[in-house]
Structures are given as C-alpha cells and as structure tokens.
C-alpha cells in the first residue's frame, strides 16, 4: 500500500438544493487529485420530507456532474432516491466518473421521524467494495451504532461515514467513531454537518486511533500512509486480514 489523501467535507446545508450543489461542487474541486473524499449524510437537500419527489429528480438531474468529479477521486455520500414507489437515503460511491456502489440506510433515525418518510434498505447491501485494490466500505450516520453492521465490514481498510448528528450527541459521535477505528484497525473518515444543531466533528481517525478533526474547517484531510492498517493488523492480529 502508499499514501493516499483523505478529506473529510464539513459544511451547512439547507433547502435551497443548487446552492447545496454548488457547495459541494466547489469543495470537491479544492481537493486533490486522487484523494477519498467523504460529504455529509443528505448534504444536497436535507431530509425534504415535504418534497421527496422534488429531491430525488434533483439528483438525477445533477448526478453526471458529481461522476465527472470522481475521474481521479473516490467520493461518497447520500442522497434521496425513489424506486418502485418508496424513497431511500441512498449512499454512493463515486470513481471513474459512475457509481460504483449505492447502499440504501438500513437503520432509520426514528427520533427524527425518517421511518414516516423512507424505507430501510436491504442490510445485504451493507459490504465491502473493493476500488484499485482497497477496500472499501459505508455505514450512514445512525448506522454506527449497531454491532451487527460492524461486522458486516471487518476487513475494510477505508470506513466512511456520511452524517447529520445532533449536537447534544457529539461526544458519542466522537467515542464511536475513534472505537470503530481501533478496533477495526482501520481508517475512519467522518463526514458531518456544521449546522448549528449539528455536532461537526468531521475528520479522519487513524487504526492507532490518532484523530484529525478540526471544527472550524470544512476539508480536513490527512494525507494517510495506508501501510499503518498492515502494521496494526500485525501488532495486534485480531484475525482481520
């Protein structure tokens, strides 16, 4: 394995879905050319209970200008997607300008009423993805807190995290994610909302544990010697390979 440059975006986000657009686009833009780039749970429309239909057609309006920023960069994060009549937060994987992989969230946020709106996806679709030799993998903000996805991803050298956590939960954000990259000895790149509810804490967490967040920003990167995932994995062999 080499280096590999991991970017974590952190930014507010409404209702207005061009300026949402145009934001991401922008910051993508100021990132490097092969990095890992990870944006926040919804960060095109936010939840949009009131125009779903609205939401998803933005998407498929927009999502060949998301592609085309993925020639040289992995990117990842969720959008609202209608099929067969239901509506899913969806997470993508963009690379080589297409989706490589879509994964509909499991685990829906009840407190925040996201059952009423969308449907849990299929949690066979909770998997590795291997892209230009690593792996690969997504769990969406709520998602981190069941053991039973944590499996489902052991062996994955690169986890990441599109989010919208509430800030009255930050320190758990912070415990949970620093814990999942230890004890999958593996890189976390968290990617939250900086809305003034939200708890930011975006950043990237090493497989020792070393973490790099910084509120006050929104690209946090790290460029990442992927050779401590086989160093940890050797000092302390949990089985994971």
């Known amino acids: 394995m080499t280096s590999k440059k991991l970017v974590a975006l952190q930014f507010s986000y409404e209702e207005n879905y061009e300026k949402n657009f145009t934001k991401l686009v922008s910051l993508i833009s100021k990132t490097d050319e092969n990095s890992v780039v990870v944006a926040p749970e919804l960060c095109l429309t936010n939840f949009s209970f009131d125009d779903l239909n609205g939401a998803d057609q933005f998407f498929k309006d927009i999502v060949y200008k998301i592609a085309d920023l993925s020639k040289d960069r992995v990117i990842s994060f969720t959008t609202i997607e209608k099929r067969d009549g239901r509506f899913y937060n969806s997470a993508k994987i963009f690379h080589n300008k297409k989706i490589v992989h879509s994964q509909d969230k499991v685990k829906l946020f009840k407190f925040g009423k996201e059952d009423r709106y969308y449907s849990a ?13 690593l792996r690969y993998a997504i769990l969406i903000c709520f998602e981190i807190r069941f053991i039973e996805l944590w499996k489902l991803i052991q062996g994955a050298d690169i986890i990441m ?39 930011s804490s975006s950043g990237i967490i090493t497989p020792f544990g070393e973490e790099f967040r910084d509120d006050s920003k929104e690209i946090i990167s790290l460029d990442a010697d992927l050779d401590e995932i086989k160093k940890m994995r050797r000092y302390m062999d949990i089985g994971l390979t």
């Open 121 to 133: 996806g299929d949690q066979k679709k909770v998997k590795i993805v291997e892209i230009n030799g």
């Open 161 to 199: 995290i599109p989010a919208l956590w509430g800030k009255i939960r930050k320190k758990q954000l912070e415990a949970i994610t620093r814990a999942m990259a230890i004890i999958n000895q593996a890189f976390v790149i968290i990617s939250n909302s900086s809305q003034d509810d939200m708890a």
